[in-house]
């Protein structure tokens, strides 16, 4: 039994996320009007159906909020429709799955060790058990690797191809996919697969100009509001063409949801209006240049970082090939001196899973609490100083002195 109220529970994780550094890629801090509007009393209003057309009565208000999100969003990400009712970025894309193709089809994604998401076609996932998958991956270099998604391409003609990812720290070309399926279409009688940008791990960047856009180029993208974009646990879909936000909006809602969460609808209008002033580009910004000094101190001192650096807001550090450790015990071990990091696979990795040879590294979160790059360099030496301490077995003894250390760097941060 637990005993503790759930106020005394939240108040343990608000002391938690106080004193440690959250380094996972996915997480990060929302502003306190994002907050305030998702703990708000939009919470208790029905709203089934779309603005204007709703199931329920006194929906004139959710209206304004649902129609304003969705104006705000298509200008920060210069499209024309939108769909803002996904309670997640899965949801998000199983509508998308289910508004453009039918059960059985093909489906290109990129594999998860190469750096792609579950919905993108894993065998666990609905998507990897209703679909026909044929997972695209990276070169021995860590990069995407063109040649063989062309090749594919030609050799499966998918219903629909899927580029985006949740750990691959390189700039992705969405022209290079989208030109690769045009040529592909000339030699199929016109017709090619429906092209998806799951841009969920570097909206935020889309956003704030620091990384190219998948419009005009894609055919629908989808995203969480929870990652670099620093809004509430969310999804939403976009695209140009009416036919298919008329399908999405089909599926979103009667399809595979019931009510929108409409407190969590404002918060994300809340965040598509911090995420389009000029303060939010120069986070943008800076998430990129502490990912890329914190990747480099790694580099600088030997330890392989997947791909070799970054051009985004994470990177995956091989642990097991850098000193011996796998990224289970990188994660439980940097947990106990408060620096919270997730397991994660390399590409062709060895270790299974639950074990992985990596750990993925993101600077979204701390960026938000004010960390510049002398402080994620700093980190990156009590990382790797306490991992080479964990492998000679002497961490018992040294583990107060990083916790310290840890903390110090929390402290001068806020003292500043
Ligand atoms: C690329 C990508 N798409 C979709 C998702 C799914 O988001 P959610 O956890 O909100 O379902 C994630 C989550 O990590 C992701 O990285």
Known sequence: MIKETYEEIIKLEQNRQDHNVELIASENFPSKRVLNAAGSILTNKYAEGYSGKRYYGGCEFIDMIETKAIEDVCKLFNCKYANVQPHC???ANQAVYRALINTGDTVMGMDLGSG????HGHKMSFSGQDYNIVSYGVD???IIN??????LLYEHNP???IVGASSYSRIIDYKIFADIIEEYAKSNNGEKPYYMVDMAHVAGLIAGGVHPSPFPYADVVTSTTHKTLRGPRGGLILTNSEDIIKKINRAVFPGIQGGPLE???AAKGICFEEAAKS????????IVKNAKAFSEEFIKEGWKVISGGTDNHMFVLDVYNSIGITGKEAEEELDKIHITVNKNQTPNDELPPLKSSGIR???PAMTTKGWKEKDFIMLAKIIMEYMQEYKNGNVENCRELYINKVQNIIKNIKNN
Not at 146 to 151: A, T
């Open 116 to 119: 792609g998401h579950l919905t």
């Open 140 to 142: 021995e270099n860590g």
């Open 159 to 161: 219903q629909m191809v």
């Open 279 to 286: 303060e939010f580009k120069e986070y943008a910004n800076q």
């Open 146 to 151: 063109y040649d063989n998604f062309k090749n």
């Open 361 to 363: 590294i993101g600077t």
């Open 263 to 265: 407190h969590i609808i």
């Open 89 to 91: 970025g899965s949801s």
